[in-house]
């Protein structure tokens, strides 16, 4: 059974840090890119990070970029999302998930997670 749990989401002041993990289960990570994904209220889901199966190469979104930082660790099949800065537009559901290919569009990604929600406000 394949499973992709999100965790370490919670309410943050403007500027606070929050660490989110991803851990993954029923599949075989290593051939897997993986990438990190946010849904707000009344929003469409929208892209924050992707990392390559391996970590050699990684993306963030213009709007995350310089902020957040994407990690893997293929001997713990995890991935992590380290968010610092954090600005109230960061408010959203967080949802980790795996794509077979680096290119993906969020609709070929294969598996996702439940989502962990994020928020941050003073």
């Known amino acids: 059974q394949v499973q992709l749990v999100e965790s370490g989401g919670g309410l943050v002041q403007p500027g606070g840090s929050l660490r989110l993990s991803c851990a993954t289960s029923?599949?075989?990570?290593?051939?897997?890119?993986m990438g990190w994904f946010r849904q707000a209220p009344g929003k469409e889901r929208e892209f924050v990070a992707k990392?390559?199966?391996?970590?050699?190469?990684?993306n963030h979104a213009d709007s995350v970029k310089g902020r957040f930082a994407i990690s893997r660790d293929n001997a713990k099949n995890t991935v992590w999302l380290q968010m610092t800065s954090l600005k109230p537009e960061d408010t959203a559901v967080y949802y980790c998930?795996?794509?077979?290919?680096?290119?993906?569009?969020?609709?070929?990604?294969?598996?996702w997670g439940q989502g962990t929600q994020v928020t941050v406000s003073s």
């Open positions: 990392i390559s199966s391996f970590g050699r190469f990684t």
């Open positions: 029923g599949f075989t990570f290593t051939r897997y890119t």
């Open positions: 998930a795996a794509s077979r290919s680096y290119d993906a569009t969020s609709i070929a990604y294969s598996y």
